[in-house]
T-cell receptor
Framework: KQEVTQIPAALSVPEGENLVLNCSFT??????LQWFRQDPGKGLTSLLL?????REQTSGRLNASLDKSSGRSTLYIAASQPGDSATYLC????????FGTGTRLQVFP | EPEVTQTPSHQVTQMGQEVILRCVPI?????FYWYRQILGQKVEFLVS????????KSEIFDDQFSVERPDGSNFTLKIRSTKLEDSAMYFC????????????FGPGTRLTVT
């Protein structure tokens, strides 16, 4: 059974810092991995999708990597801003999305 | 940009009542999903739907739940007799194809059962 874990559970950083969010999954037989952003009480915004054949994807200040063999993905956020404050979720896609518990990020000015 | 929409944004109902949550997936998408998130917990898969039938369902999706695509645009989740523990945010998602394709999520319906 696929289990997805995210660490840290919470992170508070000053504006401008580069940071790394971690996601690990137990079943390497995933088709892809998606990173989402969730603002409090809101829906899920897809940030990046990495196919199982890819090693990384970039979108603006975000870079996500995937290592299927070790069951790990990281989301790198460069030059963090207060507007990045949200919960970040990763989800492994087998034939459905299995979500982690998320990392709650706060970026303070 | 096309997006998944959901109505209502918030639904309050009494225990034992039936509720129908509505979703309009992206128009050219073929696969549809429902997920839920109980407050403070993980987002959990409920059901996937393709070609007018359920592809897969989780153990959460018991006989109290049903899904339907009543016309060419809507996708609904019905809970026949709501329980307190059904209180959650319900998300609809769609994808262009099935496995391996990006899923796009709606803004969610917050269901509160009193």
């Amino acid at each position: 059974k696929q289990e997805v874990t995210q660490i840290p559970a919470a992170l508070s950083v000053p504006e401008g810092e580069n940071l790394v969010l971690n996601c690990s999954f137990t079943d390497s037989a995933i088709y892809n991995l998606q990173w989402f952003r969730q603002d409090p009480g809101k829906g899920l915004t897809s940030l990046l999708l990495i196919q199982s054949s890819q090693r990384e994807q970039t979108s603006g200040r975000l870079n996500a990597s995937l290592d299927k063999s070790s069951g790990r993905s990281t989301l790198y956020i460069a030059a963090s801003q207060p507007g990045d404050s949200a919960t970040y979720l990763c989800a492994g896609n087998t034939d459905k999305l299995i979500f982690g518990t998320g990392t709650r990020l706060q970026v303070f000015p | 940009e096309p997006e998944v929409t959901q109505t209502p944004s918030h639904q309050v109902t009494q225990m034992g009542q039936e509720v129908i949550l509505r979703c309009v997936p992206i128009s050219n998408h073929l696969y549809f999903y429902w997920y839920r998130q109980i407050l403070g917990q993980k987002v959990e898969f409920l059901v996937s739907f393709y070609n007018n039938e359920i592809s897969e369902k989780s153990e959460i999706f018991d006989d109290q739940f049903s899904v339907e695509r009543p016309d060419g645009s809507n996708f609904t989740l019905k809970i026949r007799s709501t329980k307190l523990e059904d209180s959650a945010m319900y998300f609809c998602a769609s994808s262009e194809q099935g496995i391996g394709y990006e899923q796009y999520f709606g803004p969610g319906t917050r269901l509160t059962v009193t």
